[in-house]
């Protein structure tokens, strides 16, 4: 892992990414985040231009600073969001991609001094259903792991990213329809589980287990799988625990469980 550190050209500019390394799969864009702080107490900073040293593999975003940063940082002001983005060539080869990105400015909007250099990694990894998911639904977000996490819920529904995914749910809007559903199912007298899963989603294993009890031991034995039906992009699935029917068990629990490869 290479050193990651700023280095300011100017008292008056603190620059810092935050992080100065991220990971992103092969053709994706990444978006850097950091904090400009002017730490002058009487003058103006002007932000006139950025510019970029990076690997072969790696391309800035056209605008992507100036779109985001106010160019004039007034004493004492503090900026703290996207930066820059570049973006990773599809056929770069997994591995770790470096470049330093440098503000350039000063007392005015004619000045070219290099206020402050950081540098950067990107981290480039094989792409998954997943990482193509993330894109799609999170967009200048999918390399915010706050955001586009497994264990993240952007939409504050109770339901983290990973199952979103997997049960074909929209990250973006709260709601929990599309969850699994239990019942008991008279056919076998037992407790029974149906669930959707995303025929797409071969970077995912679904799993269900079943208990005597919340706290397990979780197994999967008795159980009987059966497909219910398929639209081509998803398919409906019913588990049975047929090997436990309630006459003779007494109570019964049942869990998805939900495995990124």
Known sequence: MMALSGMAARADLSFVLTPAA?????????????????TNPTNNVYLNDIQFTASSNLAAV????????????SAGQTYSDIVFAVTVNPTAAVGNYSGTVTIVGGTNILSSSNLATQSFQVSVVVATPFNAWQLAEFGPNASNPNISGDLADPDGDGIVNLLEYALNLNPNVAGTTGLPIAYIDPACGCLTLTYTKVLSAIDLSYTVEAAADPSGAWSTNGIIQTVLGSDGVTQTNKASDAGNPIATSGKRFMHLRITRQ
């Open 22 to 38: 991220e990971t992103c799969a092969q053709s994706n864009e990444v978006f850097f985040s950091g904090v400009l702080s002017n």
């Open 62 to 73: 056209a605008n992507a600073f100036f779109a985001n940063v106010p160019g004039i940082l």
